[in-house]
Nanobody, 128 residues
């Protein structure tokens, strides 16, 4: 079992920034990669970013590339998502997830179905 605890969501104006955190606990040694996904009301859950614990390779959705940065602190078992500048279309519930499977390439972690554990989600609201 891996438990994921998210924090950092909130209300921010367009052009502002937020940093989301996801702390992992439990059988963290079984986790190979971490990802961020988001879901707006009435829309499908979409991939945002992913990172490998070992090596730190990253992957981003085209919609956030150049604006969002995913990073990790291995000593704290924590993954971050720095978001700036934020846009109204970034408004969604953001979820962190952990994957145990060691895939050949990081692109494999762009699919929600490839993750084993999920956090509770944190609301990000961007006003115009």
């Amino acid at each position: 079992q891996v438990q994921l605890v998210e924090s950092g969501g909130g209300l921010v104006q367009a052009g502002g920034s937020l940093r989301l955190s996801c702390a992992a606990s439990g059988r963290t040694f079984s986790s190979y990669a971490m990802g961020w996904f988001r879901q707006a009301p009435g829309k499908e859950r979409e991939f945002v970013a992913a990172i490998l614990w070992i090596g730190g390779s990253t992957d981003y959705a085209d919609s956030v590339k150049g604006r969002f940065t995913i990073s990790r602190d291995n000593a704290k078992n924590t993954v971050y998502l720095q978001m700036n500048p934020l846009r109204p279309e970034d408004t969604a519930v953001y979820y962190c997830a952990a994957a145990s499977f060691r895939a050949y390439g990081i692109s494999w972690y762009g699919r929600a179905g490839n993750y084993d554990y999920w956090g509770q989600g944190t609301q990000v609201t961007v006003s115009s």
